[in-house]
């Protein structure tokens, strides 16, 4: 058997890096940060410790890849997202978050338990505090090509409003239906005929 080239080799330590960040993200979701431990992600994986270590220096170099890597894969959908009609954008904006909340739902769990412990972690500060401006600054482009009145406020709202929505899912999951908000939401902001 040849030796595997450079190419093999990155794409099994991505592999590897990727089933240790899925394994931390259940665990986190489910037990929280704080009760999580090295050796339960490790085990979750199924790799050693030593091989965790060999990707992230520290449960908190792991998170922060972790955060890096979902912060990339926003970005990535975003940009499917986009399309020449704003109010087309919004629309798709809308649909994949409640698709999100939908098929994602510990990835929602995990971001809540970051969101709420925000002041413990400087770097998730500073990545969701530049995300959050840079969203906001989108939406509010998108409401005023639309001809919203107010659009920065209207997008501060529609961010609120989106965050309480996944608050109240992820908490009330299967007694609280999002399926009607989602079709009030394209309603409000996204029809011609609507008003906000």
Partial sequence: M????????????QESMQKIMDAASRLIAQKGYEAT????????????KGLLYNYFS????????MVLSAMSQADDVMERLVADDPRQTLENMIR???????????????????????????????????????YIKFIEDLFHKIGIPDPANEARMLAALC??????????????????????????????????
């Fill in 58 to 65: 520290s449960k908190q170099d792991l998170l922060e890849k």
């Fill in 37 to 48: 431990s090295i050796a339960e992600i490790a085990r979750e994986a199924g790799v050693s």
């Fill in 96 to 134: 994949e978050l409640f698709r999100q909340l939908h098929e994602r739902s510990e990835h929602i769990r995990l971001m809540m338990e970051l969101t709420f412990k925000i002041d413990r972690f400087d770097f998730v500060r500073k990545m969701a505090s530049d995300r959050y401006q840079f």
């Fill in 163 to 196: 965050d309480g929505i996944g608050v109240q899912y992820t908490v009330l999951k299967g007694v609280y239906s999002i399926d009607q908000l989602e079709e009030f939401l394209v309603n409000k902001y996204c029809k011609k005929d609507q008003q906000t």
């Fill in 2 to 13: 040849s030796p595997r080239t450079e190419a093999q080799n990155r794409e099994i330590r």
